[in-house]
Every structure is written in C-alpha cells, then in structure tokens.
C-alpha cells in the first residue's frame, strides 16, 4: 500500500492508502490540513497541493482541473488539486500550500483558535 506523506510548517502526516485514493480523501484519512472549500468536487482551487515526490506516479491530469488551477495562488509546474489527484503504487510526497492551510483554518475555526492561542498560527514568515 502507497504512503503518503503530507507536509506543511505546523505538521507532517503519514498516512498508507490504497491505490485510486483521492490525495484528499488521503488528507482527510490522515487529518492532515488540506482545505477544500467546494468539497472536493473541483469547483475551486482551495486543495491546491505541491507534490514533492512522486509525480510522475499520480493521475493524470485533467483539463477541468487544469483550469481551476489557472485559479490558484502560486502555481508551479508540480501544483495538483488534491481532490482530482488519485494515487497509483509509489509512496508520494505533498506540501501542503499556504492557499490551502488558509482555506483549511476558514473551514475549521476551532482549530484555528486553538493554534492561534499556542502561538502557532497565523504562520510567521
């Protein structure tokens, strides 16, 4: 079974997953900090996602989802939106970005506060 490690500045998560997982359903298994505004069905870019290792291994790409990267904060030629991003065999790697731990602490604001009142979040850069 694949791993997949999800890496932001407050924490990083290991999480193993069968092939054909969303890297969102992936994130949610794990409860890793990726947002998802639209609910994971492309209708934003908030699980915008850098991939760090393994993407040559992931699904292809799709034009939708290219399109709603055109949206994203901060795209580069490795940017994948989590939730249209399915893992095959090899283990894979993600930063989390900074558009989605933002969108991930609108969507949880108890968690936010408890992070803002350890000092921890907004992330200082």
């Known amino acids: 079974?694949?791993?997949?490690?999800?890496?932001?500045?407050?924490?990083?998560?290991?999480v193993d997953v069968p092939p054909g997982t969303t890297l969102l359903d992936a994130a949610e298994k794990g409860e890793a900090q990726?947002?998802?505004?639209?609910?994971?069905?492309?209708?934003c870019s908030t699980c915008h996602v850098w991939i760090r290792k393994g993407?040559?291994?992931?699904?292809?790409?799709?034009d939708?989802?290219?399109?709603?990267?055109?949206?994203?904060?901060?795209v580069r030629p490795y940017s994948r939106l989590s939730c249209q991003t399915e893992v095959?065999?090899?283990?894979?790697?993600?930063?989390?970005?900074?558009e989605s731990l933002v969108a991930f602490m609108d969507e949880n604001p108890a968690i936010r506060r408890q992070?803002?009142?350890?000092?921890?979040?907004?992330l200082r850069k």
């Open 115 to 122: 992070l803002e009142s350890e000092g921890k979040w907004p």
């Open 1 to 14: 079974m694949p791993k997949v490690t999800f890496k932001s500045p407050l924490a990083e998560v290991v």
């Open 64 to 74: 939708d989802e290219m399109d709603r990267l055109d949206m994203g904060f901060d």
């Open 88 to 98: 095959a065999q090899e283990d894979v790697t993600v930063e989390i970005t900074e």
């Open 34 to 43: 990726v947002g998802h505004s639209c609910g994971g069905v492309c209708g």
């Open 55 to 62: 993407l040559d291994s992931l699904s292809e790409q799709r």
